[in-house]
């Protein structure tokens, strides 16, 4: 019996492949990932790999950077769910060009083993180097590909270097995702047939993200209850913008005297300058104000989001970003920066304000309104309800269900 159960458990539909995902040895990367593709399983049985960059004594490096390239286990159970940590050959700051064939080679005989147990479909995550080698393996193995873009293909698309590998990747696709609707116009310019590219935006789950008390959220930080509070949260680079937002408060704290600002997040595999941002914070006299959490798990996130009044995120570059919706689901307004697709989740004035990327002047004056204007929260709690995960799944299982009851109807194809 527990064998039937154990091959039972082993027959999976689709393979989610991507490098960044959550591990023992990382819990927090790709959380966004783990949240759309674990209800997907809810319908549509999966296993999930997910590669890992390694080098012949990288261990070394790790005695002087303890965090470098945590290896995550070849194998790990999530909610009942495979999840698998190939290691691919990956010599840092050189021939990172060739990580996407690395990749495949080091999970093609992975790949056949889950195709034999029964996977019809690679779904992959971010354009290069995952979606490049994802279409490698599906040529090999004859497996269909979707790709969804999440917004490194933004930077990745200005390098020329780059640009034609995520042009070809695309148009070999049989379907194309993206997290907002100006990274699919972006993978339609790059060569992906418009008719093959789909927004799936991500959602929220409102059963984790809900307001709690707002007096107890704020004694638990040591924040006075009468104190105006913005909060940010994103991993502390130079890309989310935190600096950007300590440098408005001195003129925000002139008008708004009893100002704190909470930061939420850590060191990433981007980088970690969270001692440039606690000396930007005590250069600037803010050190009373500015109140580093470090990262928290997603079921503490609605602590500080509950304890605050305002969101904002200064950022440089998004695809959809989930801490949004995540925000906006205990109530809060988001100010944020136009780029990427974050316009098209702060679509509404009545859920935050957008100014241009850069321009401190903006930034200051929205942060200004936003505090001083009494917002109509439950139009913004409506607003999160509305953008929950189901919506998102479904989606998905449509098209993914196209795909493969196209590919029945090509006997030769499912036969390779």
């Known amino acids: 019996m527990a064998e039937d159960r154990a091959a039972k458990s082993a027959q999976i539909d689709?393979?989610?492949?991507?490098?960044?995902?959550?591990?023992?040895?990382?819990?927090?990367?790709?959380?966004?990932?783990?949240?759309?593709?674990?209800r997907v399983a809810q319908h549509r049985p999966l296993a999930v790999v997910s590669p890992q960059p390694w080098f012949p004594g990288q261990s070394l490096i790790r005695m002087l950077r303890p965090g470098y390239r945590p290896q995550a286990p070849a194998l790990e159970i999530q909610q009942g769910i495979r999840v698998y940590h190939p290691r691919f050959l990956s010599v840092p700051g050189l021939l990172r060009w060739l990580d996407g064939w690395s990749i495949a080679l080091s999970s093609f005989l992975l790949l056949r083993?889950?195709?034999a147990d029964g996977?019809?479909?690679?779904?992959?995550?971010?354009?290069?180097p995952d979606g490049e080698a994802a279409i490698r393996?599906?040529?090999?193995?004859?497996?269909?590909?979707?790709?969804?873009?999440?917004?490194?293909?933004v930077p990745h698309s200005r390098n020329p270097a780059l640009r034609p590998r995520l042009s070809r990747t695309l148009r070999a696709a049989a379907r194309v995702f993206s997290v907002s609707d100006s990274l699919r116009r972006l993978a339609i310019e790059l060569g992906a047939a418009a008719e093959k590219t789909e927004v799936v935006g991500n959602g929220v789950d409102t059963a984790l993200f809900h307001?709690?008390?707002?007096?107890?959220?704020?004694?638990?930080?040591?924040?006075?209850g009468n104190a105006q509070v913005l909060v940010s949260v994103g991993a502390l680079v130079e890309r989310k913008g935190m600096h950007r937002v300590i440098d408005c408060l001195p003129a925000l704290v002139e008008r708004h005297p009893d100002l704190h600002y909470l930061i939420v997040g850590g060191a990433s595999p981007e980088g970690?300058?969270?001692?440039?941002?606690?000396?930007?914070?005590a250069r600037l006299g803010l050190a009373d104000r500015v109140h580093f959490l470090g990262a928290l798990p997603p079921d503490e996130l609605k602590w500080p989001l509950s304890a605050a009044d305002v969101f904002v995120l200064a950022?440089?570059?998004?695809?959809?970003?989930?801490?949004?919706?995540?925000?906006?689901?205990?109530?809060?307004?988001?100010?944020?920066?136009?780029?990427?697709?974050?316009?098209?989740?702060v679509c509404r004035s009545e859920l935050g304000t957008v100014v241009p990327f850069g321009d401190t002047a903006s930034l200051q004056l929205a942060?200004?309104?936003?505090?001083?204007?009494?917002?109509?929260?439950?139009?913004?709690?409506g607003y999160a309800r509305a953008n929950q995960w189901d919506r998102r799944v479904a989606q998905l299982m449509n098209a993914f269900d196209a795909i493969l009851h196209a590919r029945a109807g090509q006997p030769e194809l499912a036969a390779k």
């Open 14 to 38: 689709l393979v989610v492949f991507s490098s960044l995902f959550p591990s023992a040895a990382r819990p927090g990367a790709g959380l966004f990932i783990r949240e759309r593709m674990f």
């Open 113 to 115: 083993r889950l195709k």
């Open 119 to 128: 996977a019809r479909l690679i779904d992959a995550h971010f354009t290069f």
């Open 137 to 153: 393996l599906g040529r090999w193995l004859g497996l269909p590909v979707t790709i969804t873009l999440r917004g490194t293909e």
């Open 211 to 224: 307001q709690v008390d707002r007096s107890a959220a704020r004694s638990r930080y040591g924040i006075p």
């Open 272 to 281: 970690d300058n969270r001692a440039d941002l606690a000396a930007q914070v």
């Open 315 to 345: 950022t440089r570059n998004e695809g959809w970003a989930n801490v949004f919706l995540e925000a906006m689901a205990c109530g809060l307004p988001v100010v944020t920066t136009d780029v990427g697709g974050n316009a098209e989740v």
């Open 367 to 381: 942060l200004e309104a936003a505090l001083d204007k009494d917002w109509d929260r439950s139009a913004i709690l």
